[in-house]
């Protein structure tokens, strides 16, 4: 039996994610689809993406999808605005988590890591993305910057576009009831959010979740914050 997951906005919660690909029973046989947000704010960034390296050396299959974090610091090496940028908006845990005074003390392969993924995927009848898309254009497969940062798009959704397809995204912490909510909705709306907030424990009643969805099954697994 192999399944298809997706997961969402680890954001360096590095127990969090063991603990839930445990519960899993994450198997060489499976594919794991994570939807970025590897990084900042949780104690172990770097910890999260060596896990996924080890994890494909021994034999895993995990497809990484950008997030905005991920792009922010990529961006960071750019311009001290867009390296500031970074620093507030979480980067800061993970640059002492990298033991490093500055971005250039961080090793390349991590920039690399994030470099080549791409900003989408489909997966049977899904379309897996980190945020959203913009609508109004034509083709919402061309517009990078929506993908990784697009908020509150649902009341603009092409269904015409879309198909039969159902949207799989992160970015917009949610509560596991909404989460819930959008999975029993799934049929009609087409869309479901599956960042949990896992680092946001104790921001909101729902939040502090790292959530799963099987996609071959439609089932949802939620495993609660063990980082802090
Ligand atoms: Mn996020």
Redesign the pocket.
Known sequence: MSNKYAIS?I?GCLKTFKSLLKKLKFNKADELYILG?FIDRGPDSKGVIDFIWELEESGHSIHCLK???DQMMLDARSSLALQRKWLVNGGWTTIENFNADHIQDIETKYFQFFEKMPSYLEVDHYILVHAGFKFDMPNPFDEFHSMLWQRAWYERINYQWLGNRIIVH??TPTTKNDINDMLNNLKQNQYIDI?SGCVHKGKQIGLGYLACLILNENRLVFEENKDF
Do not use: Q, S, Y
């Open positions: 906005d954001h947000d997030g905005n974090h992160g970015h960042d």
